[in-house]
């Protein structure tokens, strides 16, 4: 059975940082992209950051500069570091696993989720 499990939100001051961690199990994503994803109460889900199979990384502009992800595949586990936190980054996030090895930050392309967790950002 396929899990992916976050960890790592929390609440903050604005401008504080943050590391999540998507920790995977039954499933090796090694040749495939993962990506984060976020939804704040009344919008709908958007791609914040994905990485391929071969590292490159995609970015909302949003959080370009702001926000790194990374990945170790020897550890099946995928990581986002937000940095310089805004109020507007407060959201539930969510890890996904994609059907897809290129960096993509596109729903359809994710077979995998997690339950999320919370990210709130105080100004």
């Known amino acids: 059975q396929v899990q992916l499990v976050e960890s790592g939100g929390g609440s903050v001051q604005a401008g504080g940082s943050l590391r999540l961690t998507c920790l995977v199990s039954?499933?090796?994503?090694?040749?495939?992209?993962m990506g984060w994803f976020r939804q704040a109460p009344g919008k709908e889900r958007e791609g914040v950051a994905a990485?391929?199979?071969?590292?490159?990384?995609d970015y909302a502009d949003s959080v370009k500069g702001r926000f790194t992800i990374s990945r170790d595949n020897a550890k099946n586990s995928l990581y986002l570091q937000l940095n310089t936190l805004r109020p507007e980054d407060t959201a539930m996030y969510y890890c996904?696993?994609?059907?897809?090895?290129?960096?993509?930050?596109?729903?359809?392309?994710?077979?995998?989720w997690g339950r999320g967790t919370q990210v709130t950002v105080a100004s």
């Open positions: 996904g696993a994609a059907r897809v090895h290129y960096a993509s930050r596109f729903m359809a392309d994710y077979a995998y």
């Open positions: 039954g499933y090796s994503p090694v040749n495939y992209c």
């Open positions: 990485i391929g199979s071969d590292g490159t990384a």
